[in-house]
C-alpha cells in the first residue's frame, strides 16, 4: 500500500506539473509575447499588412506579388517585381527557390528567357538588363527589386501612364530603402510600396 501510496503521489506531483507548465510556457508565455509584439510592433505583429486607398488589403511588405493580368503579361503601368521560383509563382504557402545549379540547363535556358522578354518590354540591350530581373530569390518571395532594375522601367511606365520620366523617377527615389543599418544587404525598392505610390493622386504623394 505504501508503495502504491507512492506511486500515485509522484504521478499526481507530474500531472500537476505538466498542466502548471503548459499554462504557464504554452498559454502565458504566448500570450505575453503577442502582447509585446502588438505594444511594440503592431504592424510586423500582424504581417505588414498593406492597405491602399480605400482602406483595402493588397498586400505585406514582405511577401512579393505579381503585377501581370490573367495570362501572364506584365502589366504596362506598374512596376514588375522579380521572378518567382514558389509554387506557380508568388505562392507564399511554397516558399523555395529554384535549387537549380549555376550551370544547369534549365536555369540558364530561363535566365535567358527572361533576359529576351524583359529587354522587349523595357526597350533595352539584353545586356542592361540587372541580375534581379533574371534569378527568383531563395524563398521565391522577395517583395524588393534593386534600384537599377526600378530605374530600367521608368520609361515604360511613364509612357503607359503619361507621366514625365522625372517624375516616376522622382517615386524611385523616395520609396529607395538603404542598407539597414548603413551597412547590412543592398538598397532596394519595393515594389509593392512603389506602385501604390503610383497609384497614389499627385497631391497625396
Not at 535556358?109 to 541580375?131: C, N, Q
Amino acid at each position: 500500500m505504501s508503495r502504491t501510496r507512492t506511486t500515485l503521489r509522484s504521478a499526481s506531483v507530474a500531472v500537476r506539473a505538466m498542466i502548471l507548465f503548459t499554462l504557464v510556457l504554452g498559454v502565458g508565455y504566448s500570450l505575453a509575447i503577442t502582447a509585446v509584439g502588438q505594444l511594440t510592433a503592431p504592424a510586423q505583429a500582424n504581417g505588414s499588412l498593406v492597405r491602399n486607398a480605400a482602406g483595402e488589403t493588397v498586400g505585406s511588405t514582405l511577401i512579393g506579388q505579381s503585377f501581370t493580368d490573367a495570362e501572364g503579361a506584365a502589366v504596362p503601368g506598374y512596376f514588375q517585381s522579380r521572378p518567382s521560383a514558389a509554387g506557380d509563382g508568388y505562392d507564399a504557402g511554397a516558399s523555395s527557390g529554384s535549387n537549380l545549379g549555376p550551370e544547369n540547363a534549365d536555369l540558364l535556358d530561363a535566365i535567358g528567357e527572361r533576359r529576351a522578354a524583359v529587354a522587349d518590354l523595357e526597350g533595352v540591350d539584353p545586356g542592361h538588363v540587372p541580375v534581379d530581373a533574371l534569378t527568383a530569390s531563395a524563398s521565391g518571395l522577395d517583395p524588393h527589386i534593386s534600384p537599377a532594375y526600378a530605374l530600367l522601367q521608368v520609361p515604360r511606365i511613364a509612357e503607359a501612364r503619361g507621366l514625365p520620366e522625372a517624375e516616376v523617377r522622382d517615386l524611385v527615389t523616395s520609396t529607395l530603402q538603404e542598407r539597414d543599418l548603413g551597412y547590412l544587404g543592398e538598397p532596394r525598392v519595393n515594389v509593392l510600396v512603389l506602385n501604390l505610390a503610383l497609384d497614389a493622386p499627385r497631391d497625396e504623394r
